[in-house]
């Protein structure tokens, strides 16, 4: 007999209460080992690759890519002893009593071989995103102590489904449902299933072109990847069913194109759904931006020996294998003034009515997503010699590129460095990681005309800002703290002095 067991989605992130299945490595019919890598899922915080915690053959997937599944909900159902009897589960005790029963109870009995209304799904598989740029301001953290990002703790309201514009058929629950069918004797010929209870996957622009045209989807034969109905499979739908009145008028090409979304005619529009970590970053921004009054701090400064000293490390030994930035420079530029003002490094305590200042220095390092901005840190970075900081950036980067930055990176951060420098921005007015007393933006280095032993030469110029929470960091601090970032831009060797 076959031994089956389900595998719940677990809570991979402090409390969580949902997650999207992004991508399946297995189908039914694979086999499978313990601690293989089975799928992958998105939360409020990063994606995870989930292990198999069972050996053996996949019976079913309960979700489709592109679902949101509550923690605690079975996703997969995997055969433990594939060379026992096969069967799932059995229908023959159903077969005398359709065999004694009249033709209509025959086919009422055959009801239960279509999919539960309990295991459908409810949500269309989004686009995939692209690349990871570091640097940009703010991060995903949630502000308060109501949402999850940084480890702030479980959600204080209880976990509510998101309404879905669709839903979409269980990866196996039809084909699960035709061993059941086949051992129903057939006094009479079963009725085919009626197209009402067809599931139809489109996304939003093609429902709303199949509307306007007056076809019905669930008469369209998809051709689209998993099954899913394109615009061209409604209006081959549509030029099909009649000849002579014309389509909807061409809309004019789009001005814009955005890759990977599908562009509707009508409101020529692109859309897509405000995934996990975008709708986390987006409350706890908004939740910052109102809970912590923000003061924003400008400094403009000559980084001319600093950027010299990025060149001379570069071909140093110690350095050898790693990729030596200006960013690198910053960050021990803000390490030596923590050093020199601890204050700056410190939360606000509001249940306990507290300011605790930090004893070490978990520097974040913001970085743009295409699931939404993070925040990964670097833990104790205070205690790293240069060469070790610069790994760590490495790693950090590297890390948040391939989209593999855990909710243990990004958890526990002090103070933030968001370099928007990158993409040529000269300085912005960033707004706190939730829970961080001061956040550093670093701007694009250039050459500019600047005055020099008292004379007017060329030479490599940037902005810093620094905004932080006026609550428990007031001016004099915070101008402290910006001039000395400044001042051992300008001069490194002042590192030497204030060691």
């Not at 010929?189 to 072109?209: M, Q």
């Not at 030596?324 to 306990?352: F, G, H, Q, Y």
């Not at 001061?438 to 810093?464: N, Y």
Request: charged share 20%.
């Amino acid at each position: 007999m076959a031994d089956l067991k389900q595998f719940k989605l677990p809570d991979v992130g402090e409390g969580l209460t949902e997650a999207e299945i992004l991508k399946w490595y297995v189908q039914a019919g694979d086999q499978v080992t313990v601690n293989q890598i089975i799928v992958e899922i998105e939360t409020a915080k990063a994606a995870v690759e989930l292990p198999s915690p069972f050996a053996g053959v996949v019976n079913e997937l309960l979700f489709t890519e592109g679902t949101t599944v509550d923690v605690g909900q079975p996703i997969i159902t995997i055969d433990t002893d594939p060379s026992g009897a096969s069967g799932g589960t059995s229908s023959a005790p159903a077969a005398p009593a359709a065999a004694s029963a009249p033709p209509v109870e025959a086919e009422t009995e055959a009801e239960p071989t279509k999919p539960r209304d309990d295991m459908l799904p409810s949500v269309p598989a989004p686009a995939e995103d692209e690349a990871v740029e570091p640097g940009l301001i703010g991060g995903p953290a949630p502000g308060g102590r109501t949402s999850v990002l940084v480890g702030y703790g479980p959600r204080s309201v209880d976990a509510k489904r998101k309404p879905r514009k669709s839903s979409a058929t269980p990866a196996s629950a039809v084909t699960s449902a035709a061993p059941a069918a086949s051992s129903v004797p057939e006094p009479v010929p079963a009725p085919a299933e009626p197209v009402a209870s067809v599931t139809v996957l489109a996304k939003p622009p093609v429902r709303r072109l199949a509307k306007d045209l007056g076809v019905d989807l669930r008469t369209v034969a998809p051709t689209g990847p998993n099954g899913t109905i394109t615009r061209e499979d409604v209006q081959s739908a549509q030029e099909g069913a009649v000849a002579a009145p014309a389509a909807v008028p061409a809309a004019p090409a789009p001005a814009v194109a955005a890759t990977g979304y599908e562009f509707d005619p009508v409101t020529r529009e692109y859309r897509y759904p405000i995934r996990s970590v975008r709708r986390m970053t987006a409350q706890a921004m908004v939740t910052s931006a109102f809970t912590a009054p923000h003061v924003t701090e400008f400094v403009t400064v000559d980084v001319t020996e600093s950027m010299n000293l990025v060149e001379r490390l570069r071909t140093r030994k110690e350095f050898e294998g790693l990729r030596v930035s200006p960013l690198l420079l910053v960050a021990k530029a803000l390490l030596v003034a923590v050093r020199r003002n601890p204050d700056i490094n410190a939360t606000w305590d509001e249940e306990s009515q507290e300011i605790a200042v930090k004893g070490y220095v978990n520097l974040g390092i913001a970085a743009a997503t295409p699931r939404g901005l993070v925040v990964p840190n670097i833990k104790d970075a205070h205690a790293m010699a240069l060469p070790e900081l610069c790994a760590a950036i490495n790693d950090l980067t590297a890390t948040a590129r391939d989209g593999k930055t855990t909710p243990g990176d990004m958890a526990g951060g002090t103070i933030t460095i968001t370099n928007v420098g990158v993409f040529g921005v000269d300085t912005g007015t960033p707004i706190l990681n939730p829970g961080e007393a001061a956040i550093l933006c670093f701007g694009s280095v250039k050459d500019m005309p600047w005055v020099h032993q008292g004379e007017i030469a060329i030479r490599k110029v940037t902005t810093l800002s620094l905004s932080f929470d006026h609550r428990l960091v007031d001016g004099e601090l915070g101008s402290r703290f910006l001039a000395d970032v400044a001042g051992l831009l300008e001069d490194p060797t002042l590192g030497l002095v204030w060691q």
